[in-house]
Structure formats: structure tokens, C-alpha cells
């Protein structure tokens, strides 16, 4: 492939070669491509395998998989999902996983057949179960409607959660929690939790301490863009109903507060049950019409994404050859993240 090789914005010709990235030229090479040359996409919150109504059938998570590879993601961080897609490691044209097993989840205080609902006692050894099954990523359901309330709350007293926490990152884990309120978030954060999904109950000096502790921040905005809709089905709990209201209308101000403070934030669809897959190019331009700069939305869903996941950041000597050719430059027209031209993954010509 020639062309402009992204983030660092070398003109270059670049080889595949194994798998892996050359630029040592390579006789009789095979012309694929050109344009600028993309780290493949990384979905942050992402959930292959997962329906409306819970976990489907492998004919239909492998539609998932690859609807989401032809728009070029090529990473994701499966935030949960509660069938076995380990099959998929092995299939070369899918994209690669990082998974954080199953949601945990407070008893019937989360969707029904999504996570595995337990009580506060059991928490601390579900984290760790969970840490087994996963790839270094435990997720905790940090909040949900209590009905007698009628209005989010806390799922977990903090006790448990510093112990579960503790016992996700004794097992090499780091843990994610989804969180919409803020009544949670206080606990969460000092029980030491590495990531915040959704987040639209974070103020200022919450965010302060997760720029402090390095914890990330995955907004999952077009998620956030059906509150409304949650709201007007949930006309039996007006406190709650209204709360979404308000948590949707502080959303993208809450982000570009966050990128001023100096948050790390991601790129997450939370694709999977309301959400359809391939859509990794509308959260992008979601982040930068929130306030991030153009190369900041972009690199939160590549290259700082791939480095936070543990995999090389960009294109280098030896990299591994997962990469989106595009034929103009997505830095000055984030729409184009729509129409890859060309979509490389594990060094295979896939789209």
C-alpha cells in the first residue's frame, strides 16, 4: 500500500509481509491499495454475541463480527456478552476480542439474560470468576433503576466493591463499570475501578479524579442518544423517566469537560442489544461534536485505543498488519471513517 500512514502522517510505502507491517521494500509486491493508512478501529464498548433479548446463536454472531469488520474495526473490547465467542479467535477474517466475560449485575436490577445476577456477599468472588473468563476486563454494573425508589441508585454497597475490585485486579484484571447516575459514581471511584462506561452522571470533580488515577472514560454517545426514548417508556416512573432527560441533555457537555481536564476518553457504540453493529464511524463524529479535536476523536478509536487494550499503537516496523485504507484523509472529514476502501486484517485483503 502507498500512501499517507496516520497518526504520524509519513508519506510511505508500506508491505505486508506475515501478517506484519515492512517497510523494507519487498520484490514483486502485490499493489491493494492507497490513500491514508489507518491503525485498524477499536470499538471500546462493543458486545459481539449479544441480542435484545440476551446471548444469540453463532450464525448471527458472526454477522455481527463481520458487519463490524467491513466498517474497519478491527479491535474490540467486549464489554460483556453471555455466550462463548471464543471460536471466533480462531477464524483469521473476524476481528480480534478482548473480553470482560459477563456482566455482573445486581439481582433483577439489570436486562433480563444479559449478566449473571448475584447479591453483594458474592460479588468479590464473581469479579474474580469473571476475570477468568475474560481477557483482563471485569465489567460491574454500577447502577440501574430501583423501582422502589423509582429513580437510579447504587447497586452495591461499598464494601463489596473495593473487595471486588481487589479481587479483579489480584487475578491481572482491570475493571470497567456501566454507570448512567451519579449516586454510584463516589464509591466506584475509590474502590478503584479503571474505567467508566457511559458516565453522564460525572461532574468536575469527579473528573478530576479520573484524570488524577488515569481512568478512562468510554461515552458511548449514540447509546446515550435513546435516553429520550427510554424516558417516554418509562411514563410509570416520572423521577426516572426525567433523570434520563437530564443526564442526555449534560452528556456532550460532561465530555468536553472531560477532555479539558484531561480525561482519557474512548470510542464505544455499546453495540449489541439496542444498538446495531458498524456504526464505530458515528461515535467518532459523536466525540468530536462533543468538543473533542478531530485528531483526538480519532485516535480514541485507534491508536490510543489499540495502546490502551495492550496492542501497538500504530503502523511501525513489525506491527501487526490490521489497518483501513481510506481515499481521503479522515483527520479533515471524520465522515470518511464511513468508506474504507480497503480493510486489512491480519495481514489478509478482507473488504
Known amino acids: 500500500m502507498r500512501g499517507v500512514v496516520l497518526p504520524d502522517a509519513e508519506h510511505r510505502d508500506l508491505y505486508v509481509v506475515d501478517g506484519r507491517v515492512t517497510y523494507e521494500p519487498v520484490r514483486d509486491a ?5 490513500g491514508w493508512i489507518l491503525p485498524g478501529l477499536v470499538d471500546a464498548h462493543c458486545h459481539i454475541g449479544l441480542g435484545p433479548d440476551g446471548g444469540v446463536a453463532i450464525d448471527e454472531t458472526e454477522r455481527q463480527a463481520l458487519t463490524e469488520r467491513d466498517a474497519g474495526m478491527l479491535l474490540a473490547r467486549d464489554c460483556g456478552v453471555p455466550v462463548d465467542t471464543r471460536w471466533i479467535d480462531d477464524r483469521p477474517d473476524l476481528p480480534r476480542i478482548v473480553r470482560a466475560g459477563r456482566h455482573i ?3 433483577r436490577r439489570y436486562l433480563r439474560n444479559y449478566g449473571v445476577e448475584i447479591e453483594p456477599d458474592a460479588l468479590p468472588q464473581m469479579a474474580a470468576e469473571q476475570a477468568a473468563r475474560g481477557d483482563g476486563w471485569v465489567k460491574i454494573v454500577g447502577d440501574w433503576i430501583d423501582r422502589d425508589a423509582a429513580r437510579l441508585g447504587p447497586c452495591w454497597p461499598p464494601e463489596a466493591l473495593a473487595e471486588a475490585v481487589a479481587a479483579a485486579h489480584a487475578a491481572g484484571s482491570r475493571v470497567t463499570t456501566h454507570v448512567f447516575g451519579s449516586d454510584a459514581l463516589p464509591d466506584l ?3 478503584g475501578v479503571d474505567c467508566v462506561e457511559h458516565g453522564t452522571g460525572l461532574d468536575d470533580a469527579l473528573l478530576t479524579v479520573m484524570a488524577e488515577r488515569a481512568v478512562g472514560l468510554v461515552p458511548t454517545l449514540i447509546n446515550v442518544d435513546t435516553f429520550p426514548a427510554i424516558a417516554e417508556q418509562a411514563a410509570r416512573f416520572p423521577s426516572y423517566a426525567e433523570q434520563m432527560r437530564q443526564l442526555h441533555s449534560r452528556a456532550r457537555p460532561m465530555v468536553r469537560t472531560a477532555y479539558e481536564a484531561g480525561v482519557e476518553i474512548f470510542a464505544g457504540t455499546d453495540a449489541g442489544g439496542g444498538i446495531s453493529h458498524g456504526r464505530i464511524a458515528e ?3 459523536a466525540l468530536h461534536e462533543a468538543g ?3 485528531d483526538a476523536a480519532l485516535g480514541a478509536a485507534s491508536w490510543r485505543a ?7 499503537p500504530g503502523l511501525s516496523e513489525g506491527a501487526l498488519a490490521d489497518l483501513v485504507v481510506y481515499d481521503a484523509d479522515p483527520r479533515s472529514d471524520l465522515t470518511t471513517l464511513a468508506r474504507p476502501v480497503r480493510v486489512v486484517l491480519r495481514g489478509r485483503v478482507v473488504r
Do not use: I, K, M, S
Open 30 to 34: 502485490q499493489a491493494v491499495g492507497a
Open 283 to 285: 461515535e467518532v463524529r
Open 306 to 312: 489499540r495502546e490502551w487494550l495492550g496492542f501497538a
Open 292 to 294: 473533542l479535536p478531530a
Open 189 to 191: 471511584l475509590a474502590a
Open 105 to 107: 449485575a445486581r439481582t
